[in-house]
């Protein structure tokens, strides 16, 4: 029975590892972002939200990731946002963000990671300020086709939240076929998780004794 129960263990915690902690960050099941300046603990988390923002389908490179993927739709519009929050790990906690991105202009194509608590706004329209503490910011740089870009930082927030927001700018016209974001991935690294796995072992193992 011990050998059963810590094998059933290990295998959670190798799928926790495996699991995204962002919700459709493929895109395949949106059918379009959450319009508005969604309040924190009221409008559900882990969902994108962003207007200015659309959703591309078809392949408009030689490499194109999958069947949809989030593009600026803002004609004229310089700075535009796009993010979700979802409730925070514990402070101290490795991760790592993957995601699949194209962006051949403009000045500043970025990840940003910060706190918020409940009662927070975001606003995602160009030059609107986002609220809560700014803890990372991640510079995706320029690519003419689909690249792949896999960031780590630490998460060293206090809030309950942690919001994700990517952040580009550029002079954009309607539907921009060379921009776009997809396949974003955020989980805990490895060496949390095993770490984690320990614990809930050792745990497992005291209980049974």
Not at 109 to 121: E, K, L
Request: charged content about 15%; proline content about 7%; glycine content about 14%.
């Amino acid at each position: 029975m011990r050998k059963v129960a810590v094998v059933t263990v290990l295998a959670l915690f190798a799928g926790a590892a495996s699991a995204t902690m962002l919700g459709e960050g493929d895109f395949e099941a949106v059918d379009n972002f959450d319009p508005g300046n969604p309040t924190v603990g009221t409008d559900p988390h882990s969902v994108w939200y962003s207007s200015p923002w659309s959703l591309a389908t078809g392949d408009s490179g030689p490499s194109a990731p999958g069947d949809k993927w989030a593009s600026p739709d803002c004609d004229g519009c310089g700075d535009l946002k796009i993010g979700q929050w979802i409730p925070a790990p514990a402070a101290g906690t490795d991760l790592t963000l993957t995601l699949d991105w194209k962006q051949d202009q403009g000045p500043v194509h970025q990840v940003r990671i910060y706190g918020v608590s409940d009662g927070d706004q975001m606003a995602y329209w160009a030059g609107g300020t986002l609220p809560g503490t700014l803890y990372d910011t991640i510079d995706l740089g320029l690519s003419s086709d689909w690249t792949t870009v896999t960031v780590n930082f630490t998460w060293n927030g206090t809030e309950d939240y942690l919001h994700i927001v990517f952040r580009s700018s550029g002079e954009w016209g309607s539907g921009q076929p060379d921009t776009g974001l997809d396949n974003v991935v955020l989980t805990p690294e490895p060496a949390t998780m095993t770490l984690l796995g320990l614990g809930g072992l050792g745990l497992l193992i005291h209980r049974r004794r």
